[in-house]
């Protein structure tokens, strides 16, 4: 099973409100991140946040990490209709190698 | 520079075929995966390599075949196509810094096995 859940599983908005995405997983991390894919692209990373950090900022993202409850959330403030896309969590963690794994994703759609 | 390169695109394959799907990158990155993503669904992770000749497994291995010659390519092999491997696979580079994993992805290449 995937190590990433992310809730909910879409969401839509109108244009300049926030989106929030939540991400749970199951085992201990070294980082979470963020990716965006458009639709029939590649994923694209958004923000990377360290096990042993609890907030970061990238211009219109924000992104908190709960170790004690293996969770994360990633808030977009006003939001633009090109913000429509699928947000996915993935979690690294180093066993002699890093292996990321990707939840199942949140479809956002902004309304202009 | 290219980034991640994936041949072919688009793939038709039938039941018990082989093939190769290529990926190769040029950023000298230590790190390539391959995943796999159905629709509506996150991705999952098929192998992976940590470096020229180390491949491991990831979630959904069985019926895919990797090896890592070259830090540059990283092929996955189809070794009897069957339509439950109908879907569009992504390969990634990173370099797995321990500032963290950042993955480039390719463009895909979309797979139907009829």
């Known amino acids: 099973s995937q190590q990433g859940e992310e809730d909910p599983q879409a969401l839509s908005i109108q244009e300049g409100e926030n989106a929030t995405m939540n991400c749970s997983y199951k085992t201990s991390i070294n980082n979470l991140q963020w990716y965006r894919q458009n639709s029939g692209r590649g994923l694209v990373h958004l923000i990377l946040i360290r096990s042993n950090e609890r907030e970061k900022h990238s211009g219109r993202l924000r992104v908190t990490l709960d170790t004690s409850k293996k969770s994360s959330s990633l808030l977009i403030t006003a939001s633009r209709a090109a913000d429509t896309a699928s947000y996915f969590c993935a979690t690294d963690r180093y066993t002699g190698g890093f292996k990321t794994i990707f939840g199942a994703g949140t479809r956002l759609f902004v309304k202009a | 520079n290219a980034g991640v390169t994936q041949t072919p695109k688009f793939q038709v394959l039938k039941t018990g075929q082989s093939m190769t799907l290529q990926c190769a990158q040029d950023m000298n990155h230590e790190y390539m995966s391959w995943y796999r993503q159905d629709p509506g669904m996150g991705l999952r992770l098929i192998h992976y390599?940590?470096?020229?000749?180390?491949?491991d497994q990831g979630e959904v291995p069985n019926g895919y075949n990797v090896s890592r010659s070259t830090t540059e390519d990283f092929p996955l092999r189809l070794l009897s196509a069957a339509p439950s491997q109908t879907s569009v696979y992504f390969c990634?580079?990173?370099?797995?810094?321990?500032?963290?994993?950042?993955?480039?992805f390719g463009a895909g290449t979309r797979l139907s096995v009829l």
């Open positions: 990634a580079s990173s370099s797995g810094s321990a500032g963290g994993n950042i993955q480039y």
């Open positions: 390599s940590v470096g020229a000749g180390i491949t």
